[in-house]
């Protein structure tokens, strides 16, 4: 069977951490892709999450625990937009996550925004090592999301060519506008930091 968005993600990010790697996960809801990158980073690497919610926070902080993967994450309970902050410059990412929208069985109102999602996302590319990967999985079916889908698609569709491949995976035929996938990908060039 095809994968749907979110379990794509989880290939595409597979596919690139290595151990020892930092990566973001830029909206951690309830943590299965903070301990998805966990497992993925190893001992040696980490993964620095974000949510505005702390009951977010409070939650993965517990699912982590209990897998014995804390030591490797740093939780913040502060906006992505925040990354510039919060990342060193000269740390590599060799990956990044983001879920837009809503967290489900939570406040449905907390969504995220067109703009601090851009800001996050320059903030992540200003960092992301060559062949590193960010993966946004866009759901945009409540009040908000289209208006974030619309900047966001445009921002990536625009991404120039020669520095990033800009893939977009998701079902078509499907009702009630389903989640899709975008994955930016830095390319391996000769200027590449
Ligand atoms: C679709 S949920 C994420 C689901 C999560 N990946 C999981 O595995 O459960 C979106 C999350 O983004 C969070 N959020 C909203 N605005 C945010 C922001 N500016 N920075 C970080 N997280 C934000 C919400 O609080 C919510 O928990």
């Not at 410059?89 to 060799?94: K, P, T």
């Not at 520095?163 to 391996?188: A, H, S, T, W």
Request: glycine share 8%.
């Amino acid at each position: 069977m095809l994968k749907s968005a979110l379990h794509y993600s989880h290939d595409l990010l597979a596919q690139v951490v290595q151990p020892g790697n930092w990566v973001i996960d830029a909206t951690v809801g309830n943590g299965h892709d903070t301990l998805f990158l966990a497992e993925l980073v190893g001992k040696t690497g980490r993964v620095i999450g974000f949510d505005v919610q702390k009951i977010a926070i409070q939650r993965t902080t517990e699912r982590l625990e209990d897998a014995n993967l804390s030591q490797r994450c740093a939780l913040h309970t502060k906006g992505h937009e925040t990354i510039d902050e919060l990342v060193p410059f000269e740390q590599l990412i060799h990956a990044a996550v983001f879920n837009l929208g809503y967290l489900p069985n939570s406040d449905k109102e907390v969504i995220t925004q067109a703009q601090t999602t851009l800001t996050a996302l320059k903030a992540i590319m200003k960092r992301l090592a060559p062949g590193g990967r960010i993966v946004v999985v866009v759901y945009y079916g409540h009040p908000g999301g289209l208006e974030e889908k619309n900047h966001v698609q445009q921002f990536a569709e625009t991404l120039p060519q020669s520095d990033y491949n800009v893939l977009q995976y998701g079902f078509i035929n499907q009702k009630n506008n389903p989640p899709y996938l975008l994955c930016i990908e830095k390319k391996r060039t000769k200027n590449a930091r």
